[in-house]
C-alpha cells in the first residue's frame, strides 16, 4: 500500500500562490495516475485536478482551470500542483489520491490511496 504525503499548505493572501508537493513511498508510483481533491469545511470533498501515469494528460475542475496546473516527477516519486491567482474560495484542505489505474478520472470513489492532506488558507 503506498502511502503519500503531502506538503506545501499555508497561508497566503488573495492573489497568491502556493505549491503543493505529493510524495509517495513505495515502488510503481509511475503506474498510476494522481489526482488532487479538496474539502473546504462544512463541504463535501471535490474533484481538483488529476494526470495521467506517464504525465501526458491531465484534467482540471472548472473552478480552478487557467489558475492551477498539476505535474508530476516520477524520478522523485511526486506529484505537484501549482495554485496561482488564489482566492478566499479555495481555502480547504488538500489531498493527493492515487487512482486505481494508470489512467485518471473525476470519481472520489476511484482513488485508492490518500494523503493526510495539508491545509490551504487564503485570506481576502
Known amino acids: 500500500q503506498v502511502q503519500l504525503v503531502e506538503s506545501g499548505g499555508g497561508l497566503v493572501q488573495a492573489g497568491g500562490s502556493l505549491r503543493l508537493s505529493c510524495a509517495a513511498s513505495?515502488?510503481?508510483?509511475?503506474?498510476?495516475?494522481m489526482g488532487w481533491f479538496r474539502q473546504a469545511p462544512g463541504k463535501e470533498r471535490e474533484f481538483v485536478a488529476a494526470i495521467s501515469r506517464g504525465g501526458s494528460s491531465t484534467d482540471y475542475a472548472d473552478s480552478v482551470m487557467g489558475r492551477f496546473t498539476i505535474s508530476r516527477d516520477n524520478a522523485k516519486n511526486t506529484v505537484y500542483l501549482q495554485m496561482n491567482s488564489l482566492k478566499p474560495e479555495d481555502t480547504a484542505v488538500y489531498y493527493c489520491a492515487q487512482h486505481r489505474t494508470g489512467r485518471y478520472n473525476t470519481v472520489l470513489a476511484d482513488f485508492q490511496s490518500w494523503g493526510q492532506g495539508t491545509q490551504v488558507t487564503v485570506s481576502s
Open positions: 513505495g515502488r510503481f508510483f509511475s503506474n498510476y495516475g
